[in-house]
């Protein structure tokens, strides 16, 4: 890298000049920023659980319960997973009221808003496949129920159910393939969508509130 380069590189780093009224503490604003570090603690949280979670049929609800009831701090770091995420949901909602509301949605941040429809999705897909890796008898039924429901999509169900269910027999192909899309497809996903979503805030500028 030249000195040139460097330097260039060390001023995109830099904070940029914001208008001042993106400055001012505000009841509605910044829930965007809520999410993203609420997204940050299910990264961490999701970490430490991956150590001790089993993606097995015959193992994955004592693995759940060994962390829950064995593991150092076990109970707490769950928690935190299970209500950060439950906070994510809640929080994007709420964001997302917050931007229709101000009319953020039109050009030219309509693009923006429709990167952000695909976060509500992945982050509501992620929501439904922690739901499913406890492996209790509500998460056999929630896949049970999401993949025949699935599978009722004209022409494309079939392929779509097995792409993101796994095989229609239940057992450690269908569990591995929900494991993989909750701890690695979709959050990588999430973190692909958040770089753009960002960056093109810095393009569009933060609208001026109502
Ligand atoms: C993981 C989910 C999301 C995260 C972490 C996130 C993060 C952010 C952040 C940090 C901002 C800056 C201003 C603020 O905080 O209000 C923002 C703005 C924005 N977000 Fe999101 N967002 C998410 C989901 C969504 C959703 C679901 C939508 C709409 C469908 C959306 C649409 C927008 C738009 C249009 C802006 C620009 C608003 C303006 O200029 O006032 N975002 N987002």
């Known amino acids: 890298m030249t ?33 993203f570090w609420l997204f940050i603690l299910e990264v961490i949280t999701g ?3 991956v150590l001790r979670y089993v993606p097995t049929i015959s193992s994955a609800y004592g693995s759940i319960q060994e962390i829950t009831h064995l593991a150092p701090y076990g109970f707490f770091v769950r928690n935190i997973h299970y209500w950060a995420g439950q906070a994510m949901v809640a929080i994007v909602v709420l964001h997302m009221i917050r931007v229709f509301w101000t009319g953020s949605f039109a050009p030219p941040r309509d693009l923006n808003w429709t990167i952000g429809l695909l976060l ?3 982050t509501l897909l992620v929501d439904f496949t922690g739901y499913i890796l406890v492996w209790d008898d509500r998460s ?3 896949w049970t129920i999401a993949r025949n429901l699935s599978e009722t999509i004209p022409v494309l169900g079939s392929p779509l159910a097995s792409i993101f269910f796994g095989p229609s027999e239940l057992g450690d192909f269908a569990l591995v393939r929900v494991y993989v899309w909750h701890v690695i497809l ?6 692909g969508l958040l770089a753009w979503h960002f960056w093109k805030i810095r393009k569009d500028g933060i609208s001026r509130p109502l």
Do not use: D, N, Q, Y
């Open 47 to 49: 970490l430490l659980l």
């Open 186 to 191: 979709l959050p990588g996903l999430l973190v």
């Open 3 to 35: 000195k040139g380069s460097f330097s260039a590189f060390l001023l995109h780093i830099h904070p940029r000049l914001i208008p001042a009224f993106s400055a001012e503490v505000r009841f509605t604003w910044c829930l965007g920023g809520l999410a």
């Open 120 to 122: 509500l999705v992945g």
């Open 140 to 142: 056999l039924w929630a």
